[in-house]
């Protein structure tokens, strides 16, 4: 029987959250651009499928400072294929986030039918929801963070969710063929920038979240301003990314991935692995860091409806999550990507158990040492996790952290599976 390291449960001292007033803070954001909005204007928020926290309190303010100006504001998704690229799919997304038409007190309009509004400058066809562009105002809400595809001075934020989001599936799939050829900023750039002008876009509402994954900061980024803030707000959001303080590890344990976590299920930047390709070697190959020899993924959000997205990145999972798997939805978000080996299912077992052992074996520790493991719920949730006795050392080097609590054996349910 294989024995398993003990482990210790460690924190991660980040500045403290700082709540915020949210009604508050946008009404006085608002002023910006409260006086564009005509009495009786009809004006569309944008709302997209990532887990944002606050997410319902954030559109309830947007939609009331919206009807404080005289506007009638309706919502729709923007979240390019995810919801199986489905109207029914997208409505079902929104409501797991509390975004219902009972809840927000205004209609849904959901359809995927769009139209081309113009090119961008490297002649890409540019495509917006036809809901959107016959608006007579569209707000688009997002978080800003940095990629999970690509690294640059443009990240995902205002400008992606007005190619990807506003463009539905067409509009994403469009971008991430282009992109193939040109470069991912410059497409996306290129095209936001011909959205904006060509439609009806009054503002985007970008969201900042800390390391605690709680809101840091809410900004109104008025039309003419959405590339210029986004830029400098991208590099607020860098400095506040919870990720996780280690060079080298054995063996990650990742208790769930999803949608509502990150666009790719599991976000690259914290797990150190390209959508583009990784390595298994044992001896570290490439830049990427963290170096993450392997790592085995336990479970799949309630949130992300069976999209398993991302699993591609992993070495091993479990049978529970594969057959939590909707193979049309993941399928339908990896080929609008242009990204069909993150839908890749690795090898899976039927107990947690079991693939901790394979994943452990499969490290090829030959020196005596213990294997060095670390276990997160999710990579948004990096400020508490649990590290093996082995990385000891390491935890105690670093004044940032913080052990918690005494080694103790892991825990397995009686049907093989951690607790």
């Known amino acids: 029987m294989t024995s398993f390291p003990k482990m210790v449960r460690v924190q991660q001292n980040y500045p403290a959250p700082v709540k915020l007033d949210i009604d508050g803070v946008l009404t006085r954001e608002f002023a910006a651009v409260r006086s564009r909005i005509k009495p009786g204007a009809r004006i569309a928020v944008a709302v997209g499928s990532r887990g944002i926290s606050n997410l319902a309190a954030i559109i309830t303010s947007v939609i009331k400072n919206v009807k404080d100006a005289g506007g009638v504001p309706f919502i729709i998704p923007a979240m390019g294929s995810h919801g199986g690229a489905t109207a029914e799919g997208q409505i079902e997304v929104l409501g797991t986030y509390h975004i219902t038409e009972a809840a927000m007190g205004v209609p849904i309009r959901a359809s995927m039918e769009v139209k081309q509004v113009g090119v961008s400058e490297d002649g890409v066809p540019a495509f917006c929801s036809v809901e959107a562009a016959n608006a007579d105002g569209v707000i688009i809400v997002n978080r800003i963070k940095p990629h999970t595809d690509f690294s640059g001075e443009l990240g995902s934020g205002i400008m992606k969710m007005a190619v990807i989001g506003l463009g539905k599936q067409k ?43 709680d809101t840091g900061k809410l900004a109104v980024l008025p039309r003419e301003q959405i590339e210029e803030m986004e830029n400098q707000l991208l590099i607020e959001a860098r400095n506040m990314m919870p990720l996780l303080p280690f060079e080298e590890i054995d063996l990650l344990i990742v208790d769930r991935i999803g949608k509502n976590i990150s666009g790719c299920g599991m976000d690259p930047n914290v797990i150190g692995r390209s959508v583009y390709g990784y390595t298994s070697s044992i001896s570290p190959i490439g830049s990427f860091r963290p170096y993450i020899r392997r790592i085995l993924v336990r479970d799949l959000t309630d949130e992300s409806h069976g999209n ?14 594969v057959k939590r798997m909707d193979h049309q939805f993941t399928y339908v978000n990896a080929l609008t990507a242009v990204q069909p080996q993150v839908a890749k299912i690795p090898i899976y077992f039927d107990t947690d158990r079991e693939a901790l052992a394979q994943a452990i074996a499969s490290l090829a520790i030959t020196d005596g040492r213990a294997p060095m493991i670390v276990r997160i719920a999710d990579t948004l949730s990096v400020a508490h996790f649990e590290a093996s006795e082995a990385m000891l050392p390491l935890i105690q080097a670093k004044p940032q952290l913080k052990v918690l609590s005494a080694a103790k054996g892991m825990d397995f349910g009686t049907d093989g599976n951690l607790l």
């Open 308 to 321: 398993a997205i991302g699993i591609g990145l992993a070495d091993m999972t479990t049978s529970r999550l």
């Open 171 to 213: 509009g994403a799939n469009t971008m991430h063929m282009a992109a193939q050829r040109l470069g991912y900023e410059r497409t996306l750039r290129g095209i936001a920038r011909t959205i904006i002008r060509e439609t009806p876009v009054l503002c985007g509402v970008g969201i900042l979240e800390d390391q605690h994954h």
